[in-house]
Every structure is written in C-alpha cells, then in structure tokens.
C-alpha cells in the first residue's frame, strides 16, 4: 500500500511485535558500525550477550527530561536546557546476565552474589524493536542503570524487574544513540 490521497500511509505505522535488548558488560566498549547496524540478518559484535525475555506488558518504553531553558532579559532570546533520554524495560528473566547487569557483580560457583546496590557501572547496549510491517528499529548506545523496581510477587504470575537506564551522550557521536530504522527486504 502506498500513501492514500490524505498523505497517510498505514504499512509506515510502526506496530511493535517483538525484539530484544544486548548488553556489553565486559571487555572494550564495541560499537556496532553505520552499515552493520543496517544489515540484515544482524550480526552483534562479540561480547554483547541479550538480556531475556521482556515482560508483555513490560517492552521497551523511551523516556528523557529537559532542564530549564535559560532565558534573557531580551524577549526571544534563550539558551536550551540540557537533556536526558533514557529506556525502561521490564525484564522477565532472572538469569545470570540479568543478575550482572542489575548488581554489577559476577555469581560464583554456587550462584552467589553480595547485592550491595544497582549496577554502577556504564556499558554498550544494543536495542531492537521489530514491528508488524517488517521494520526494524535499532540503537546503540553507551548505557547506565538508573533504578531497578522488582515486581511485587504475585501467586500464578511471571515476576520482573523493571530497570531503567540512561542512554549517556556520546560526543564522539554528537548524540545519546545511534539509531538505525531499518525497512524490510523486499
């Protein structure tokens, strides 16, 4: 379908099916180049392993704030406030990777850790959404949790922990993320 006589074009709404969310946590910083970041398949550089499952009701949700605009005596005449972009996903797994990622410590043997806090650490992530119209979505980006909120417990439902990140600017890039939307093959 192309656009009808309004200009609308349904096959360009955006309708999230699936996806998944990799995580850099050890090694040197890699960053997924322009042209990999659009390719399809799409190769992940090593090291980055995915976090699980999301819950349903629980994806990738985008957030961000905007400090204060500094304005001047001279009507018309302000500087922007400086910005944060951030994601929130509720994470259904409780695996190994997920234990990491959100403490910042490795489990030994016995599948131990000493939770002290969240994670403080900043580590490469690679996002993915997938839509209903074959588009895919993608950013990555250098990342820092900013709050993890476990589920309550409920008798007969999946649990989670819904973690919020900040997407950290990356000069270099001149941006939080890079950020790729990608069409399907034809």
């Known amino acids: ?29 890699k960053w997924v180049e322009p042209a990999a ?4 398949p799409l190769v992940l550089p090593e090291g980055y392993v995915k976090v699980g499952l999301f ?4 994806g990738p949700q ?4 905007k400090e204060d605009d500094i304005e001047f005596f001279q009507e018309g005449y302000k500087l922007g406030g400086s910005k944060s972009r951030t994601l929130q996903v509720t994470l259904a797994e409780f695996n190994d990777v ?6 910042g410590k490795t489990p030994d043997a016995n599948g131990m850790i000493t939770v ?9 992530m690679f996002e993915v959404l997938k839509g209903k119209n074959g588009m895919s979505l993608r950013r ?14 409920t008798r ?18 001149g941006g939080f993320y890079r950020e790729w939307l990608v069409a399907p093959k034809p």
């Open 37 to 40: 970041g659009a390719a399809t």
């Open 140 to 153: 990555n980006g250098l990342g820092r949790i900013q709050t993890v909120e476990p589920d309550q417990s």
């Open 1 to 29: 379908m192309t656009a009808d006589v309004e200009g609308n074009d349904l096959t360009k709404v955006f309708v999230p099916i699936t996806g998944f969310l990799a995580v850099q946590l050890t090694g040197e910083a």
């Open 55 to 58: 819950k349903q009701d629980g």
């Open 62 to 65: 985008d957030g961000g704030d």
């Open 156 to 173: 007969g439902e999946a649990g989670g922990n819904a973690v919020t990140f900040d997407w950290i600017r990356n000069d270099e890039w």
């Open 98 to 103: 997920v234990r990491q990622l959100t403490t």
């Open 116 to 124: 002290d806090g969240d994670n403080d650490g900043t580590f490469p």
